[in-house]
């Protein structure tokens, strides 16, 4: 199956840091999704990008399918950005099984 | 944007009992739901697909008969973990995905934490 490996797999900002959590997929995909998960586990979607950039408010991300990494970009980092954040992805001809990353633990103290 | 609602949010049960799990869409159908489960400190390992009307597809090791799986309408899909052990405490979580421009996005539940004493 396709391997999903973030970088960092821990991170802790001084808050209004900057940080870039990067994802590396070994095989062509239709989706990649990066999603946060807050302290009570739930998920919340931050960006659908299969390729291209996209920016909400202080996050943004970049895919660039034919290399096979996506890139998110925490700007001016609150402590409300703690939490998990995953990237994952859904292998071309998969349907829509999303496979998960490690996550990248993040920290942001005050 | 969309909503999956899974209930209930916690549960405590003891083992041997079968407890049920609710994910609902709210506001779209879901043809095809995905469960999920996940160990502290750890990534989400998919368990099954939830296709409306049919069989669920599940995941290779993971227990067909101990993790009932029903997908009765398009907006509602259940999972029951039945005679649970300690071992099944995790917490599992839902999603379905909902088109949007002309792409797939995948919209998941609030989760549920299971623990059985």
């Known amino acids: 199956g396709i391997q999903v490996e973030q970088s960092p797999p821990d991170l802790i900002l001084q808050e209004g840091a900057n940080s870039t959590l990067r994802c590396n997929f070994s095989?062509?995909?239709?989706?990649l999704q990066w999603f946060h998960q807050n302290p009570w586990g739930q998920l919340i979607n931050l960006f659908y990008?299969?390729?291209g950039t996209k920016q909400n408010g202080r996050l943004s991300a970049t895919t660039v399918a034919t290399e096979r990494y996506s890139l998110l970009y925490i700007s001016s980092s609150q402590t409300t950005d703690s939490g998990v954040y995953f990237c994952?992805?859904?292998?071309?001809?998969?349907?829509?099984?999303?496979?998960f990353g490690g996550g990248t633990r993040v920290l942001v103290k005050p | 944007g969309a909503v999956v609602s899974q209930h209930p949010s916690r549960v405590i049960c003891k083992s041997g009992t079968s407890v049920k799990i609710e994910c609902r869409s709210l506001?779209?159908?879901?043809?095809?739901m995905f469960w999920y489960r996940q160990f502290p400190k750890q990534s989400l390992m998919l368990m099954a697909t939830?296709?409306?009307?049919?069989?669920?597809?599940?995941e290779q090791g993971v227990e067909k008969d101990k993790f009932l799986i029903n997908h009765a309408s398009l907006t509602l899909s259940t999972l029951t973990v039945t005679s649970a052990h300690p071992e099944d405490s995790s917490f599992y979580i839902c999603?379905?995905?909902?088109?949007?421009?002309?792409?797939?996005?995948?919209?998941f539940g609030e989760g549920s934490w299971l623990t059985v004493v």
């Open positions: 506001d779209f159908q879901a043809t095809t």
């Open positions: 939830s296709n409306e009307g049919s069989k669920a597809t599940y």
């Open positions: 999603s379905a995905s909902h088109r949007e421009h002309g792409g797939n996005t995948i919209y």
């Open positions: 990008i299969p390729s």
């Open positions: 095989d062509s995909v239709n989706n």
């Open positions: 994952a992805v859904v292998r071309a001809a998969a349907g829509n099984k999303l496979t």
